[in-house]
């Protein structure tokens, strides 16, 4: 059975820095490319960040230069580093298996002005 379990959400205010952690089981890690999506409320689930299975990263313009998502294949763990933060980036943010379309159970972030 696979799970992804995000943690590390909360409050957190304009400028501040939070990092996500999502702890996968049950596939083997090392082999599944990853991405965090995030929903904020009344919009559409939009993607954020993806790490490949080598490493290569991509990003959403609205987070490139301030979110960071790295990998370590040997806790099975995939992060997202948020840094200058800001009101516009509150949402419940999602972990995703890209390579079996799995996706957690979501963490909510939350940027007070």
């Known amino acids: 059975q696979v799970q992804l379990v995000e943690s590390g959400g909360g409050l957190v205010q304009a400028g501040g820095s939070l990092r996500l952690s999502c702890a996968v089981s049950?596939?083997?890690?090392?082999?599944?490319?990853m991405a965090w999506f995030r929903q904020a409320p009344g919009k559409q689930r939009e993607l954020v960040a993806t790490?490949?299975?080598?490493?290569?990263?991509n990003y959403a313009d609205s987070v490139k230069g301030r979110f960071a998502i790295s990998r370590d294949n040997a806790k099975n763990t995939v992060y997202l580093q948020m840094n200058r933060v800001k009101p516009e980036d509150t949402a419940v943010y999602y972990c995703?298996?890209?390579?079996?379309?799995?996706w957690g159970q979501g963490t909510q972030v939350t940027v007070s002005s």
């Open positions: 995703h298996d890209i390579r079996n379309a799995y």
């Open positions: 790490i490949s299975i080598t490493g290569n990263t």
């Open positions: 049950g596939t083997t890690f090392s082999f599944n490319a």
